[in-house]
């Protein structure tokens, strides 16, 4: 998976890299798609929601540049794939997931990582998810950047979104002392970001 989907294409980073090649990514995957884990393309995870491409995994998480201080929010848990991913990088990674049995689900994958935590709650608003990030990984597609999670962002911090609906650009926010920065990295297909939980 590494070689062939990611090195070859434009995944360039080292950590990068070498987080993707120690997940095991066939456990997050439903047991009847095991066949599937590693092919180059998302899976449904049941709830409407997907595990992403492992390409796309890689390169949002590259695009985020995350150092070993870091602290990470993710919108949109889904399987924890991609949690466990910034965890292999970051110093610790807050998770944020509105369908209940999902973040259940992942909360119990992600249980032996003392610096992962994950929140059942609508992350589009994560009011109760304390403190600045910096890096900021949102999973789910938006119309429009929701200026909540703007505020989570740190000085220097970093934000990667798809903002649209059925093609989305994925965008990056690149905090500085002289304002935010804002460019496309490509277009994606992402599955909607909802309000509110679901139980
Ligand atoms: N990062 C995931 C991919 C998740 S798919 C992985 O590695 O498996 C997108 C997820 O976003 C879905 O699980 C969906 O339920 C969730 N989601 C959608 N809107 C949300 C919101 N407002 N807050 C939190 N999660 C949300």
Redo the contacts with the bound molecule.
């Keep these: 998976m590494v070689d062939e989907q990611l090195a070859r294409r434009d995944i360039t980073d080292a950590s990068v890299l070498a987080a993707m090649r120690s997940v095991p990514r066939h456990e ?1 995957v439903p047991g009847a798609a095991l066949d599937e884990a590693y092919d180059d393309r998302p899976l449904p ?1 049941g ?6 491409q492992p390409y796309i ?1 890689a390169l949002m998480t590259q695009a985020l540049a995350v150092t070993p201080r870091d602290r990470v929010l ?10 466990a991913i910034l965890a292999e990088l970051a110093a610790e990674v807050v998770t ?4 209940t049995p ?1 973040a259940r689900a992942a909360a119990e994958r992600l249980a032996h990582l003392d610096h992962v935590r994950v929140v059942a ?4 608003d994560p009011g109760t998810v304390g403190g600045l990030f910096d890096a900021i990984s949102v ?2 597609a938006t119309p429009e950047l929701p200026t909540a999670l703007l505020e989570h962002l740190a000085p220097g911090g970093r934000l990667v979104a798809p903002v649209g609906s059925d093609v989305a650009d994925l965008v990056r926010v690149t905090r500085s002392s002289t304002g935010d920065a804002r460019e496309t990295l490509t277009k994606v297909r ?6 509110g939980v679901t139980d």
């Design positions: 997050f995870i709830h409407g929601a997907t595990i992403s995994v993710e919108i949109g848990t889904g399987s924890g794939y991609g949690a944020v997931e509105r369908v999902l709650g609508d992350g589009a999973t789910a992402f599955v909607p970001l909802r309000r």
